[in-house]
C-alpha cells in the first residue's frame, strides 16, 4: 500500500485537467496516501485547482530561456546544478510510487534517478532501455502510431492506468464563489441580465493548424448574435488577441462581443466560464476546463486534433471534424494545405447549437446539413463505463471506424481483465453489435463487413506465429530446469526468437489493422530486462500467450459481428476469392 506518491504531469494543461479522474480513483483507493503532482511552470499556477493534492511541486526549465541582466542566456553548467539539486530534492522525499503521464525522455532519467520502488509508466533502466509499466499505459505507448484504430480518451487511459473503475470518476478542478465574483468584475454590463445567453469562444489554439478560419468563427459569431438574441465572449491569451480582433472585425454585430482575450487571470477564467451557457472552442486546454465545469462545448477538431482521443470528457458535448481520409493528421505532419478547416461550416455548427438552446438535445430532426465530408459526434458514457464520441451523423463506415469498435472491446477484455479465460462476454459482444447497427448506416454495411472479413487469415497467421514464440520459450524454460542450457542451445534460441520477432513486426508494418497487437507486443517485449535465463524465457513467453490470446480474441469479436450481421465465412470467403488474380486474364 503506497504512502508517499508522486504523479508526474510535465506536458500540457489539459493533459493535466485529463488526469484529475485518476487522482479522484488514486485518493479514493490509498486515502492515507500522500499525493505529491510534480508539473511544469507553464501551469503551475492552474495545478492549484487540482483536487485531492497534498502538495505540488513546480519544475522550472523555462527559467533558463530568460536572458541575464547583460543580455546573456544561462550556462549549460547552470542548467546541470538546476537538475541535480531538483533531482536531489524530489530524492530526499522518499516517494514509494510514481505515475509519470508522459513519454518524454526527461522524465525516465528523472524517474531512475529517483530510485522510486514502484513506477506506472514510462521510464528507462540502468542501460537506459525504454520500460513501461502498466498495461494501460503500455497502450498509451503505442496509440500515437495507431490513432486512427483507438477508441478511448486519453481521461479513460489515464484513470484505467491507475486500476479505476470505468465511469467511476469524472473531471475535477476546485471552483467556489470567488471565480463568480472575479467574472462579475471583468464582464461588466453583459452580466446583469443572468437570463441573457451567453456563449463563450475560444478562437485560438496551440497549433495554428488546428483552428478553425476566422471568417468561420466570424460568421458563427453574427448567427448567434442574431438567430439567438446571444452575448459572445472571446477567450484566449494574449497571442491570440490578433485572432480575437480580426474576428469582431468581420462580423455586423460587434455590440454583442466582449474581447477578453488575455485578460482573464485563472479565477477569472473559471468564473467566466461558469457564467458561459457554451463554449465553442478548438481543441485547447480552455476546453477542458469547461468539461470540468460542465459548461455544454462546441468542439472544433482539425489537423492532429483527434476528438477520441482529446475530446472534452463528460456527457453532452458536441464536436465536428472533417471526414475526410487525412483527417486526423498523423503526429508530426506539417500540412500545407490544411482542407479539413474547410469542411465544417458555420452554418452547420449553428443549426445544431440552435437546436440544443431550443429543445435541449443535439440531434436534429429533419434537418439536412451543408456538409457531407463532416463528422459530428456527441459525448456520451457508453454501455462499458467510458467516454464514448457516438456519431450524429450516420454514415456507411469506413474499415478503420469498425476496428476501432473491435479494438475497444478487444484492450478491454486483454487489459482490464488483465489476460482472462476464454470465456465470452456474450452481453458485451451483443451491446458492441447493437451499437454498430445505431451509429452507421445499415446500407453498404455489410460490403464493409465482407471487407474485412478477408483479414481473418491475418490475425490467424499472427496466431499462429505466436504460437511458435510460445513453443521455444517453453522448450527454453524447460532446459533451464534440467539444468541443460547450454551456449549453443542459448544462441540457437536466440536467433529463433529474433526471427518469430521480425516476422510479428513485418506483419504489423504491412497490415495496419493488426499494428495495434503487434506493437504492444513489441512495447511488452521492451520490459524484459535481467541476467536469469529461466526467468526471461518465462517472461518471455507470457509476452508470446498474450498476443495468441489477443488475437484469437480479436477472431472471436469479429465472428460474433458478423454473425450479428448475417455474415458468415463462405460469404467473406467468395469476396476474397472473387479478388484473386486469374492467370491470362
Same mark, same amino acid.
Given at each position: 500500500m503506497p504512502?508517499?506518491i508522486?504523479?508526474?504531469?510535465?506536458?500540457?494543461?489539459?493533459?493535466l485537467?485529463?488526469?484529475?479522474?485518476?487522482i479522484?480513483?488514486l485518493?479514493?483507493r490509498?486515502p492515507?496516501?500522500?499525493?505529491?503532482?510534480?508539473?511544469?511552470?507553464?501551469?503551475?499556477?492552474?495545478?492549484?485547482r487540482?483536487n485531492?493534492?497534498d502538495e505540488?511541486?513546480v519544475f522550472n526549465?523555462?527559467q533558463?530561456?530568460?536572458?541575464?541582466?547583460k543580455g546573456?542566456?544561462k550556462s549549460?553548467?547552470e542548467?546541470y546544478? $538546476?537538475?541535480?539539486?531538483?533531482?536531489?530534492?524530489l530524492?530526499d522525499?522518499? +516517494?514509494d510510487?510514481?505515475?509519470?503521464?508522459?513519454h518524454s525522455?526527461?522524465?525516465a532519467?528523472?524517474?531512475?534517478?529517483?530510485?522510486?520502488p &514502484?513506477?506506472?509508466?514510462?521510464h528507462c533502466?540502468?542501460?537506459?532501455?525504454?520500460?513501461?509499466d502498466? *498495461?494501460?499505459?503500455q $497502450?498509451f505507448g503505442?496509440e500515437?502510431?495507431?490513432?486512427l484504430y483507438?477508441?478511448?480518451?486519453?481521461?479513460?487511459? $489515464?484513470m484505467?492506468?491507475?486500476?479505476?473503475e470505468?465511469?467511476?470518476?469524472?473531471?475535477s478542478?476546485?471552483?467556489?464563489?470567488d471565480d463568480?465574483?472575479?467574472?462579475v &468584475?471583468?464582464?461588466?454590463?453583459?452580466?446583469?441580465?443572468?437570463?441573457?445567453l451567453?456563449i463563450?469562444i475560444?478562437?485560438g489554439?496551440s497549433?495554428?493548424?488546428?483552428?478553425w478560419?476566422?471568417e468561420?468563427f466570424?460568421?458563427?459569431? !453574427?448567427?448567434?448574435?442574431?438567430?439567438?438574441?446571444?452575448?459572445?465572449?472571446?477567450?484566449?491569451?494574449?497571442?491570440e488577441?490578433?485572432?480575437a480582433?480580426?474576428?469582431?472585425?468581420g462580423?455586423e454585430?460587434?455590440?454583442?462581443?466582449?474581447?477578453?482575450?488575455?485578460?482573464?487571470?485563472?479565477?477569472?477564467?473559471i468564473g467566466?466560464?461558469k457564467r458561459c451557457n457554451y463554449?465553442?472552442t478548438n481543441?485547447?486546454?480552455?476546453?477542458h476546463?469547461?468539461?470540468a465545469?460542465k459548461?455544454?462545448?462546441?468542439?472544433l477538431f482539425?489537423a492532429?486534433a483527434h476528438?477520441h482521443?482529446?475530446?472534452p470528457?463528460g456527457?453532452?458535448?458536441?464536436?465536428?471534424?472533417?471526414?475526410i481520409h487525412?483527417?486526423?493528421c498523423s503526429?508530426?505532419?506539417?500540412c500545407?494545405?490544411i482542407v479539413?478547416?474547410?469542411?465544417v461550416?458555420?452554418q452547420?455548427?449553428?443549426?445544431y447549437?440552435?437546436?440544443?438552446v431550443?429543445k435541449?438535445n443535439w440531434?436534429?430532426?429533419n434537418?439536412?446539413?451543408?456538409?457531407?465530408?463532416?463528422?459530428?459526434?456527441?459525448s456520451v +458514457?457508453? $454501455? !462499458?463505463g467510458?467516454?464514448?464520441?457516438?456519431?450524429?451523423?450516420?454514415?456507411?463506415?469506413?474499415n478503420?471506424?469498425?476496428?476501432s469498435?473491435?479494438y475497444?472491446q478487444?484492450?478491454?477484455?486483454?487489459?482490464?481483465?488483465?489476460?482472462?479465460?476464454?470465456e465470452?462476454?456474450r452481453?458485451?459482444?451483443?451491446k458492441l453489435s !447493437?451499437s454498430?447497427?445505431e451509429d452507421?448506416?445499415? !446500407?453498404?454495411?455489410?460490403d464493409v463487413i465482407?471487407?474485412?472479413?478477408?483479414?481473418f487469415?491475418?490475425f490467424r497467421?499472427?496466431?499462429?506465429?505466436?504460437?511458435s514464440?510460445i513453443?521455444f520459450?517453453s522448450?527454453l524454460?524447460?532446459?533451464?530446469?534440467?539444468?541443460q542450457?547450454t551456449?549453443?542451445?542459448?544462441?540457437a534460441?536466440?536467433?529463433?526468437?529474433?526471427e518469430i520477432?521480425?516476422?510479428?513486426?513485418?506483419?504489423?508494418?504491412t497490415h495496419?489493422?493488426i499494428?495495434p497487437i503487434?506493437?504492444?507486443?513489441?512495447?511488452?517485449?521492451e520490459n524484459?530486462?535481467?541476467?536469469?535465463?529461466?526467468l526471461?524465457?518465462k517472461e518471455?513467453?507470457?509476452c508470446?500467450?498474450?498476443l495468441?490470446y489477443?488475437?484469437?480474441?480479436?477472431?472471436?469479436?469479429?465472428? *460474433?459481428v458478423?454473425?450479428a450481421?448475417?455474415?458468415?465465412?463462405?460469404?467473406?470467403a467468395?469476396?476474397?476469392?472473387?479478388?484473386?488474380?486469374?492467370p491470362?486474364?
Amino acid at each position: 500500500m503506497p504512502k508517499n506518491i508522486l504523479i508526474m504531469s510535465l506536458t500540457r494543461m489539459g493533459d493535466l485537467i485529463q488526469s484529475t479522474p485518476l487522482i479522484s480513483s488514486l485518493r479514493k483507493r490509498y486515502p492515507e496516501a500522500k499525493i505529491t503532482l510534480l508539473v511544469s511552470s507553464d501551469f503551475a499556477e492552474f495545478a492549484k485547482r487540482a483536487n485531492h493534492i497534498d502538495e505540488i511541486i513546480v519544475f522550472n526549465l523555462r527559467q533558463f530561456n530568460q536572458k541575464g541582466e547583460k543580455g546573456e542566456l544561462k550556462s549549460w553548467v547552470e542548467v546541470y546544478r $538546476y537538475l541535480e539539486d531538483f533531482l536531489k530534492t524530489l530524492s530526499d522525499r522518499g +516517494f514509494d510510487k510514481v505515475y509519470n503521464l508522459s513519454h518524454s525522455k526527461l522524465s525516465a532519467l528523472m524517474i531512475h534517478y529517483l530510485k522510486i520502488p &514502484e513506477v506506472v509508466g514510462f521510464h528507462c533502466n540502468r542501460s537506459g532501455d525504454r520500460k513501461t509499466d502498466h *498495461s494501460w499505459l503500455q $497502450y498509451f505507448g503505442i496509440e500515437p502510431f495507431n490513432r486512427l484504430y483507438n477508441p478511448f480518451n486519453l481521461a479513460d487511459i $489515464y484513470m484505467l492506468s491507475g486500476d479505476g473503475e470505468p465511469g467511476s470518476e469524472e473531471l475535477s478542478i476546485a471552483h467556489g464563489p470567488d471565480d463568480a465574483l472575479a467574472a462579475v &468584475e471583468i464582464l461588466g454590463d453583459i452580466n446583469h441580465d443572468r437570463e441573457e445567453l451567453i456563449i463563450g469562444i475560444q478562437a485560438g489554439s496551440s497549433l495554428e493548424g488546428r483552428r478553425w478560419s476566422v471568417e468561420a468563427f466570424s460568421t458563427l459569431g !453574427d448567427l448567434i448574435c442574431s438567430r439567438l438574441n446571444a452575448r459572445i465572449v472571446l477567450l484566449g491569451v494574449a497571442s491570440e488577441s490578433e485572432i480575437a480582433s480580426k474576428i469582431v472585425e468581420g462580423m455586423e454585430h460587434k455590440d454583442k462581443v466582449l474581447d477578453l482575450t488575455g485578460k482573464t487571470s485563472i479565477t477569472q477564467l473559471i468564473g467566466v466560464l461558469k457564467r458561459c451557457n457554451y463554449l465553442v472552442t478548438n481543441d485547447t486546454g480552455t476546453m477542458h476546463i469547461a468539461a470540468a465545469l460542465k459548461v455544454p462545448i462546441i468542439g472544433l477538431f482539425f489537423a492532429h486534433a483527434h476528438p477520441h482521443e482529446t475530446g472534452p470528457f463528460g456527457e453532452g458535448h458536441i464536436m465536428f471534424q472533417a471526414r475526410i481520409h487525412c483527417a486526423p493528421c498523423s503526429y508530426g505532419v506539417s500540412c500545407n494545405d490544411i482542407v479539413c478547416v474547410q469542411k465544417v461550416p458555420p452554418q452547420d455548427v449553428f443549426a445544431y447549437i440552435e437546436n440544443h438552446v431550443q429543445k435541449g438535445n443535439w440531434k436534429l430532426d429533419n434537418v439536412q446539413v451543408m456538409s457531407n465530408e463532416m463528422n459530428v459526434f456527441e459525448s456520451v +458514457f457508453d $454501455y !462499458d463505463g467510458l467516454i464514448n464520441f457516438k456519431p450524429l451523423l450516420k454514415n456507411v463506415p469506413t474499415n478503420m471506424e469498425i476496428y476501432s469498435r473491435f479494438y475497444r472491446q478487444l484492450w478491454l477484455d486483454s487489459l482490464i481483465k488483465k489476460f482472462r479465460s476464454d470465456e465470452v462476454n456474450r452481453d458485451s459482444l451483443k451491446k458492441l453489435s !447493437d451499437s454498430i447497427r445505431e451509429d452507421f448506416q445499415v !446500407d453498404g454495411l455489410r460490403d464493409v463487413i465482407l471487407e474485412i472479413g478477408e483479414d481473418f487469415n491475418l490475425f490467424r497467421e499472427l496466431r499462429s506465429i505466436a504460437r511458435s514464440g510460445i513453443k521455444f520459450s517453453s522448450r527454453l524454460s524447460e532446459s533451464v530446469i534440467k539444468n541443460q542450457v547450454t551456449a549453443d542451445k542459448l544462441k540457437a534460441f536466440a536467433s529463433s526468437i529474433e526471427e518469430i520477432d521480425e516476422k510479428i513486426d513485418r506483419l504489423g508494418m504491412t497490415h495496419p489493422q493488426i499494428k495495434p497487437i503487434s506493437d504492444i507486443f513489441d512495447k511488452r517485449k521492451e520490459n524484459l530486462d535481467g541476467d536469469d535465463v529461466g526467468l526471461l524465457a518465462k517472461e518471455t513467453q507470457i509476452c508470446y500467450e498474450k498476443l495468441e490470446y489477443e488475437c484469437k480474441r480479436m477472431v472471436e469479436i469479429m465472428e *460474433s459481428v458478423f454473425k450479428a450481421f448475417n455474415v458468415c465465412r463462405e460469404d467473406y470467403a467468395e469476396v476474397s476469392s472473387s479478388k484473386a488474380a486469374v492467370p491470362a486474364k
